[in-house]
């Protein structure tokens, strides 16, 4: 008994011995990601941006009514249906502009869930002009040769959206989905002309071959368009509250001109 106590202590004052001499070792607790996701993203920010995008709009049927009003209780309107003459199309523009946000975002552990105000001031849009010549014959008698031109211009300085938008942090980066509302201030200008000669040898003298040119313009300034908002992006913690964001951003307006810009965007945001 003496020797089975004396081989254990031998064995016990070994075994501490040999811990004493071994180098400290760090301890493993929990998952490898722990601390990972220490950046705190709950609370209000401010922020600025710059933008550069593309306008694509579409001006297929923009001066319709304006050219309808026009030609309203002629001949050749009511036979040919001249306002419906397809004399424009789509057009792509690039553009740029700079502007801000404001917002909040509420987390649970790593999801986060803001509703912000975004706002761009710039030069977005596009213009385009395009005709259609027909010749054709009328009840009354009358040969026509017409040619219907129209011009379209809309030109957008101001939009913003207000978005909810939803993430998942991980570590200083916080990727995202947006979508929301949005709205703008446009001036849109449209002008219908038609002209051409209208002959008949069996009229009477002076109304044989009669010549025409006329035109209307309709001006809209800084009128209020509206839409819906969607995009995604990202945003990276720099130092404690100071983050940097870039995203990229769909709206499509709803307007006598048929109008969405895409834009990619780098902004620089303060958190409260």
């Known amino acids: 008994m003496r020797r089975l106590l004396l081989v254990a202590a031998m064995w016990g004052a070994a075994s501490v011995a040999q811990a004493a001499d071994m180098p400290d070792l760090p301890i493993l607790r929990g998952s490898f990601t722990e601390g990972v996701n220490a950046v705190n993203w709950q609370g209000a920010y401010i922020g600025a941006h710059g933008a550069y995008g593309t306008s694509n709009m579409n001006f297929a049927g923009a001066t319709r009514n304006v050219a309808a009003r026009l030609m309203d209780g002629l001949e050749m309107e009511q036979v040919q249906r001249i306002s419906e003459w397809p004399v424009m ?18 987390q649970w552990t790593d999801t986060v869930v803001g ?60 990727p995202y989905l947006f979508g929301g509302i949005a709205l703008g201030q446009a001036d849109i200008i449209r002008t219908a002309r038609v002209f051409g000669t ?55 307006f709803a307007s006598s001109v048929d109008t969405s810009i ?11």
């Not at 199309?89 to 509420?106: A, M, P």
């Not at 300034?221 to 995203?247: C, D, K, Q």
Request: charged fraction near 15%.
């Open 115 to 174: 509703l912000e105000i975004n706002y761009t001031h710039g030069k977005f849009g596009g213009s385009q002009t395009g005709s259609m010549s027909r010749f054709f014959t009328l009840p009354s008698g009358y040969t026509d040769a017409v040619t219907y031109e129209g011009t379209a211009r809309m030109n957008i300085s101001d939009m913003g959206t207000l978005r909810m938008r939803g993430g998942y942090a991980y570590g200083p980066f916080l």
């Open 198 to 252: 209208q002959v008949n040898p069996a009229a009477a003298p002076g109304f044989q071959n009669v010549p025409f040119d006329i035109s209307a313009t309709d001006g809209q300034y800084a009128h209020l368009i509206y839409g819906y908002s969607v995009g995604l992006g990202t945003e990276i913690m720099l130092l404690s509250g100071l983050f940097m964001r870039a995203e990229w951003e769909y709206v499509r």
């Open 262 to 272: 895409n834009t990619v965007r780098a902004g620089l945001g303060y958190k409260f």
């Open 89 to 106: 199309g789509k057009v792509s523009v690039h553009g740029s502009g700079f502007g801000g946000f404001v917002g909040y975002n509420w």
